[in-house]
């Protein structure tokens, strides 16, 4: 079975902290995403990799930072956190070929105070 | 417009047929994916089709695409109440999926 996992499931942080979500997969996939997920938004990237050290802005980078170091994980860092950024963090990986199946983790919720 | 479309909610009845329904936005997308939401966890793969085929079926889903209307669409046979969740359609565009905000749907038994 595909596994991907996230560090937490719930997170509150404070206005200004510094904020790491972390996700690891053992399926050996090139590609892992970020996403965001908001009640009447649905999700929107935020960043993505497609190899290690790689990264490619989403349609909504601002705000965040991703760090890719090894092949299995990938982070995805709020520099100054802001109550704007409380949501749904989905991340995800797929393969680098068609079809692009994209399998998920189960979500951290962050709220920011 | 640029956004994959789908209705917001559906209400069926146990042992009923339920149909979500898609309109996406780019004729080449190649593939396009339909996931599965149930609350509090996140998104499942259930099945994808092949831009190049009009039908595919896998159980009790059913996936139709409409090319020249860039409509897909899913059909749950007897739906169970373990169908309750949120469905999500999405497109690829490149390598990175486009994703409508989501079907609801609500199976009462």
């Known amino acids: 079975d595909v596994k991907v996992t996230q560090s937490s499931r719930y997170l509150v942080k404070r206005t200004g902290e510094k904020v790491f979500l972390e996700c690891v997969q053992d399926?050996?996939?090139?590609?892992m995403f970020w996403y965001r997920q908001d009640p009447g938004l649905g999700l929107r990237l935020i960043y993505f990799?497609?190899?290690?050290?790689?990264?490619e802005k989403g349609d909504i980078p601002e705000g965040y930072s991703v760090s890719r170091e090894k092949k299995e994980r990938f982070s995805l860092i709020l520099e100054s956190a802001s109550t704007n950024q409380t949501s749904m963090y989905l991340c995800?990986?797929?393969?680098?070929?068609?079809?692009?199946?994209?399998?998920f983790g189960p979500g951290t919720r962050l709220t920011v105070t | 417009g640029e956004d994959v479309e789908q209705s917001l909610f559906l209400s069926v009845r146990e042992g009923d047929s339920s149909v979500i329904n898609c309109t996406y936005t780019?004729?080449?997308?190649?593939?396009l994916y339909w996931y599965k939401q149930e609350p509090g966890a996140g998104l499942q793969l259930l099945t994808y089709?092949?831009?190049?085929?009009d039908m595919k079926q896998d159980q009790r889903l059913t996936v139709l695409l409409n090319k020249k209307d860039k409509h897909l669409s899913l059909r749950i046979a007897d739906t169970q109440t373990g169908d309750s969740a949120i469905y999500f359609c999405?497109?690829?565009?490149?390598?990175?999926?486009?994703f409508g905000k989501g079907t609801m749907l609500l199976v009462s038994p």
């Open positions: 990799s497609y190899d290690v050290k790689m990264k």
């Open positions: 089709i092949f831009s190049n085929m």
């Open positions: 399926m050996d996939h090139e590609n």
């Open positions: 999405a497109e690829i565009i490149y390598s990175t999926l486009t």
């Open positions: 780019d004729s080449s997308s190649t593939y």
């Open positions: 995800a990986s797929s393969t680098k070929g068609w079809p692009y199946e994209q399998y």
